[in-house]
């Protein structure tokens, strides 16, 4: 009677398992088609493209520059961001208040006082780009002629910001997981766990991390946008300014959101919530997860209704996974384990045995108030269930997971060079890593609850098997822990397609000649060049002239002057070559090998 009264069980927790994982298959669909059928911007902290004046640009005396402006490649806050215009002595020769230029937010711009005097001027600038992070520089022009440029530096916030910002970051991540994950594990997996006590506390102990995490990160972040250091926290004007901001309305409507999410879960107390707190609970976490989604670069350039679903997607996923995760290991399993009574369970299999008597009565009504009485005897059966029910959503969780990450991940890395070459690319390979760790141990976890839907609940195998499935769930919450804290960092570094620059060499024939480019990155959309000319006989060849124009034929620019100067024996280059937009450029070469003798070229080069 016990093989049968298992086998009905086990036969209505695979229907459910099935329905959870076709939920599950949808949301990877969703994940995998929506950003191959729209296309998207890569992901990037704002990048200067020019200025006005331009940098190292000598102004001709007497014509008037009476603005300094900034353009760059997307929209950036000016309201937090400072331009100061030195003279040699040091002193401020700006307006002091910055302005977008035109109305364009993408174009930063500061007034300078009348009758400056000739001689050369450094501009220091510090703005803040649409995915909430502070971007800073200087450069430096000349008015009539070149002379002494002041000493300075780019404002800094030290390194006290950043770390605190980046633990802000990691304590409002783990916040999110437990709130979000722990009340869908809850609502789906685990009815009964709403009158445990320790999983109220992992929801009361999530929700209180978002929302200090959320205060402190206004804070944090008013700070690094002015550039001042821990001193400068006591300074609520920034944080004035930053309310102002996209960042700023997110983090209220959030905190807004945790409130509302708060007063319904205090309503609740112990008691499974009805149909209208559940929808209330997952209408308010649905709202903070977007909150989340919209303070960067997913609300901001090309198609961001498209690609602010797919963040969601992709925190959510990660949320619903970790959290139920975080819930197992600190509530449900505790309290199974504490449930594991060898006498109920006898009592009750001797009732299955007396009551249902019969091989007829396998599926009858009887059968099934038994097992509710079952799990209302023993609420081991309950974590059971609920083990069963979790498995089956967490792999769906991770398959939707994976796709998103994946496509998330080729935006902001674009080459594969680019995953060893920079600094993001390193930290990516990390979080993959612990993630394959992670899933080899839910492995384990997963194999150990399909034996378990095959064996009698008895005490003393459930005890077993709640031992190793309760090490396994333990290792994956630890190792996830470590992945929310390098993803803390992760979102704070530039990511691998900006920060990827690297040196080109190309060799072209010209007629006779050989000649070789080579291309050094020195900024964004700026290269170095050096161009070498080889004769027959693999020598440096003492031409008389190398002339230089680039073209950018899919965007109709060009051709753009490139100017060499003549550095030796078939030596010559052209210092800070900035070119209006990034692509593949066409370099046209032309070498005057002597009087009569001249040779043309050809050669690709990609502009970052």
């Known amino acids: 009677m016990t093989t ?183 609502l789906v997996c685990w009815p009964a766990g709403w009158a445990v006590t320790r999983a109220r506390v992992v929801l009361w102990f999530g929700l209180g991390a978002a929302a ?96 602010v679903p797919l963040d969601v997607a992709h925190v959510a996923a990660a949320c619903v996974w970790l959290g139920g995760l975080a819930m197992l290991s600190m509530a449900a399993l505790p309290a199974a384990r504490r449930s594991i009574t060898p006498a109920p369970m006898a009592a009750v299999e001797a009732r299955v045995a007396v009551s249902v008597g019969a091989p007829g009565a396998v599926g009858t009504p009887e059968l099934g108030k038994l097992a509710s009485s079952r799990a209302a005897e023993n609420p081991g059966w309950a974590v059971k269930v609920a083990v069963q029910r979790f498995s089956a959503l967490a792999l769906s969780c991770v398959l939707a997971l994976v796709a998103s990450g994946l496509l998330a991940a080729w935006r902001q890395v674009g080459e594969l060079d680019a995953i060893t070459s920079t600094h993001y690319g390193q930290l990516l390979l990390v979080k993959a890593g612990l993630l394959g760790v992670v899933l080899c141990f839910a492995a384990i976890s997963r194999r150990q609850v399909r034996a378990g839907t095959t064996r009698s609940f008895d005490a003393a195998g459930l005890s077993a098997r709640w031992s190793v499935l309760a090490r396994s769930v333990r290792a994956e919450a630890a190792l996830a822990a470590v992945v929310l804290a390098v993803t803390a960092v992760l979102v704070a570094t530039t990511p691998a397609r900006a920060a990827y620059r690297p040196t080109q060499l190309h060799t072209v024939a010209a007629g006779p000649l050989t000649v070789q480019l080579t291309a050094v990155p020195s900024a964004a959309r700026s290269l170095d060049m050096h161009v070498y000319v080889f004769g027959r006989d693999g020598l440096l060849a003492d031409v008389r002239e190398v002339r230089a124009g680039a073209e950018l034929p899919r965007q109709h620019l060009g051709p753009v002057s490139v100017p060499l100067l003549h550095a030796g024996s078939g030596h010559f280059l052209a210092e800070r070559v900035l070119l209006p937009h990034s692509g593949t450029w066409t370099l046209h070469l032309t070498v005057r090998a002597s009087e009569f003798d001249s040779y043309s070229a050809d050669i690709q080069v990609r502009v970052r």
């Open 4 to 186: 049968a009264w298992t086998s009905a069980r086990s036969s209505s927790c695979a229907v459910r398992a099935r329905r959870i994982k076709r939920l599950g298959l949808a949301l990877a669909v969703f994940a995998v088609a929506l950003p191959l059928a729209l296309t998207a911007r890569a992901d990037a902290h704002a990048v200067l493209e020019s200025s006005s004046p331009a940098a190292g640009e000598v102004v001709p005396a007497g014509r008037a520059t009476s603005v300094v402006e900034l353009r760059f490649d997307e929209p950036v806050e000016v309201s937090l961001g400072s331009m100061r215009v030195l003279a040699a002595t040091g002193r401020r020769v700006d307006l002091g208040r910055v302005y977008h230029a035109g109305g364009a937010a993408s174009r930063a711009a500061v007034g300078l006082r009348s009758g400056l005097p000739e001689g050369s001027y450094l501009v220091l600038w510090r703005v803040v780009s649409a995915d909430s992070h502070p971007v800073a520089g200087s450069f430096t022009f000349s008015l009539g002629h070149v002379g002494p440029v002041a000493t300075g530096a780019a404002d800094s916030s030290g390194r006290g910001v950043p770390v605190a910002l980046g633990v802000d970051r990691f304590v409002g991540y783990a916040g999110l997981v437990m709130l979000l994950g722990g009340v869908v594990f809850l």
């Open 212 to 307: 200090a995490s959320t205060l402190a990160g206004l804070v944090l972040q008013g700070a690094a946008d002015v550039g001042s250091g821990l001193s400068g926290l006591t300074d609520l004007a920034p944080v004035r300014a930053l309310l102002s901001t996209r960042f700023g309305h997110a983090h209220l409507i959030r905190l807004a959101l945790l409130a509302a999410i708060a007063v319904t879960l205090w309503a609740l107390r112990a008691r499974r919530p009805g149909r209208l707190p559940a929808g209330l609970l997952l209408a308010g976490l649905a709202g903070v997860v977007c909150t989340v989604a919209v303070e960067g670069h997913a609300a901001t350039g090309v198609w961001p209704t498209a690609r």
